[in-house]
């Protein structure tokens, strides 16, 4: 039997992060819908530091014009160039606009949450199969 795998969502070609691919048409087109958007986290390096208040100002503008960002963060640890950032529907091709508009261009993006999934552990360029609980997970999320 030939199966076909797809994957759902997709990256542009300057990120990097957990993509997830599957077999299962139902499940792709469940989150194609505007009523299941995916979730996502992205750790962002950003070209120029980027101060507390500015991005709590940042957060507030961009929460009013791009509705899919939820979070807005500076990642413990980091640099003050590097933040983490919640999109609910949004892909990374939107942050990188939404940077840009503000004049902090992103140098890196790393998507690190997808749906209740984690790369945690993976290393790059790697793969692994979902367990069951998480195939289940997606079908009712």
Do not use: M, W
């Amino acid at each position: 039997i030939k199966v076909e795998i797809k994957p759902v969502g997709n990256l542009s070609k300057t990120s990097l992060g957990l993509l997830l691919f599957t077999d299962d048409d139902v499940l792709i087109e469940k989150f194609s819908k505007p009523e299941h958007p995916p979730r996502s986290i992205f750790h962002l390096v950003l070209s120029k530091p980027i101060p507390e208040l500015t991005r709590k100002g940042i957060e507030k503008s961009i929460i009013e014009k791009y509705a899919n960002v939820h979070a807005i963060s500076q990642i413990k640890g980091k640099g003050e160039n590097e933040i983490g950032i919640e999109l609910k529907g949004g892909t990374d091709e939107d942050l990188e606009k939404i940077f840009e508009e503000i004049d902090f261009p992103i140098e890196k993006i790393d998507r690190v949450f997808f749906n209740g999934l984690t790369k945690k552990d993976l290393p790059r360029g790697r793969f692994r199969f979902l367990t069951e609980q998480e195939a289940i997970f997606l079908k009712h999320f």
